[in-house]
């Protein structure tokens, strides 16, 4: 059990060290963007000042989250506060969608209507290099605590398989700044080179749906998360395995699972032993096959079995029962 909360430590300082360089980068990036936007008039450089103020709220909401989730069980919560962060990572990905890509799009509109040309586009290169090389910075701190935490076999297979919404949330935010910037760039060049101002606006659209596409991404995992998501079925297959090649096993009739937070995710096993099967062999079994199975996939930080075996006559004594069926809970973490 120590084993696990060290695990589950370590997560969460990752995610946090992770947010906090994200929230730092995008503050200073915001106030950058504002400040040219304004000298400059470029519609696209004012949505990504909106892209980046956004992006740091989000950061707040996620650190929020982390320390909510982390609160210890008591009677009203009896599995933990983990579900907190997905809430909050809800929050965030609205706010994205509503916010982020609302206003971006919006005022792209604007400009497509009223077109005026941009000014002083020598500080908006320079500011978009600056905060593509800020951005890029603090996309790689988080696929660098990504990649140690999952490996570099699959990235893009793990992020979208991933339960922890302060990794995936803030890799999906960086990455779609850094094409957003390329977007802006674009749409600042050519409003100047074709002397067709609209296009600008049209860049600023096109930030706004890249932010609505990232949004609806993080709203479609939250929503798997908050309303009982349970893991992947190469995982439960793997764990039905381990359980069925297991000597005392006659069979499994049920495997359910559910994700608790991050890291943390419910096992109920409903398992048929084999026939005279002792109590002791069932229990000793019972502790193999969870030793087993958290060896193998940590995330299951809680473990309930429910066993059903055929006790001997000679211990017939413990259920009061002769050549009887009994079954028994074996739950533990």
């Avoid at 040309?117 to 790689?140: K, M, N």
């Avoid at 079925?233 to 049920?254: F, G, M």
Wanted: with cysteine.
């Amino acid at each position: 059990m120590q084993d696990l909360q060290r695990q589950g430590d370590i997560v969460n300082t990752d995610s946090k060290f992770t947010t906090l360089a994200a929230l730092g980068g995008n503050l200073v990036i915001a106030i950058i963007k504002f400040v040219v936007a304004g000298i400059s008039g470029s519609s696209a450089m004012l949505a990504e000042g909106i892209h980046s103020l956004v992006d740091t709220a989000n950061q707040v909401l996620m650190l929020v989250g982390i320390w909510r989730s982390r609160r210890p069980a008591d009677e009203g919560h009896p599995f933990g506060h983990g579900k907190e962060l997905y809430f909050w990572s809800l929050l965030v990905a609205v706010l994205i969608f509503g916010v982020g890509g609302g206003i971006s799009a919006y005022e792209g509109v604007e400009r497509i209507l009223h077109p005026k040309p941009v000014e002083q586009v020598s500080w908006s290169y320079i500011v978009l290099g600056v905060a593509f090389v800020i951005e890029g910075a603090t996309f790689l701190v988080a696929l660098r605590a990504f990649a140690r935490e999952h490996g570099t076999e699959d990235i893009l297979g793990d992020i979208i398989a991933s339960k922890d919404p302060t990794t995936y949330t803030i890799l999906a935010e960086d990455g779609a700044a850094l094409i957003g910037l390329v977007i802006a760039a674009c749409g600042i060049f050519f409003s100047q080179y074709l002397k067709m101002p609209w296009l600008d606006g049209l860049a600023s659209i096109l930030i706004g749906l890249l932010l609505a596409a990232v949004a609806t991404f993080l709203i479609r995992e939250c929503r798997g998360l908050l309303v009982g998501e349970g893991v992947d079925p190469k995982t439960k297959a793997e764990v039905l395995k381990i359980v069925s090649e297991d000597p005392q096993v006659e069979c499994v009739r049920r495997a359910l699972t559910m994700y608790l937070g991050a890291e943390n995710a419910l096992l109920t096993l409903d398992v048929r032993f084999r026939a005279s099967t002792s109590v002791t062999d069932v229990a000793e079994a019972t502790d193999r096959i969870k030793a087993l199975i958290r060896q193998r996939f940590p995330d299951f930080q809680r473990i309930y079995l429910e066993a059903e075996a055929e006790i001997p006559g000679s211990e017939a004594a413990t259920d009061g029962v002769s050549g009887r069926r009994s079954r028994r809970r074996f739950a533990g973490r």
